[in-house]
C-alpha cells in the first residue's frame, strides 16, 4: 500500500488511505484506553460518514446488499461515535481520572 497503487486509485483517494490507516486505528486505541474519548469519537464519526458517502455513492451499496457488506455496519459504529461524542467517557476511563468529561 505504501509503496505503490494496487488498486489504481487517484492520487486523492491514495493519499486519503495512506491517512486514514495510520488515523483510524489511533483513535480506535484512544476509545479503548479511555483517553480523549470526545476527540477521537468525534474524528471518527467523520471518517464514518465519509464510509458511509462512498458506500452509497461511489460503490452504490445497499443497507444489506446480497453477498456483500453493505453500509449497515457503519452506522451503527457511527451511531456509537455520536453518543460517546455527546456524552464522554465513562467512570473507569483515563478521561474520568484526569477529572475531563
Not at 489504481?8 to 488511505?17: E, R, V
Not at 483513535?27 to 458506500?55: D, S
Request: hydrophobic share 55%; proline share 4%; with cysteine.
Amino acid at each position: 500500500m505504501w509503496s505503490g497503487n494496487p488498486y489504481n486509485l487517484g492520487s486523492f483517494d491514495l493519499n486519503m488511505m495512506k491517512f486514514l490507516s495510520i488515523a483510524e486505528p489511533l483513535g480506535a486505541l484512544a476509545l479503548i484506553i479511555g483517553i480523549f474519548t470526545r476527540l477521537a469519537a468525534t474524528c471518527l464519526a467523520i471518517v464514518l460518514a465519509g464510509a458511509i458517502y462512498y458506500c452509497l455513492v461511489v460503490y452504490k451499496l445497499g443497507f444489506f446488499p446480497a453477498g456483500a457488506s453493505g453500509w449497515s455496519f457503519p452506522l451503527c459504529i457511527l451511531g456509537g461515535c455520536i453518543i460517546v461524542a455527546t456524552f464522554g467517557a465513562g467512570g473507569l476511563s483515563v478521561d474520568a481520572a484526569r477529572g475531563k468529561k
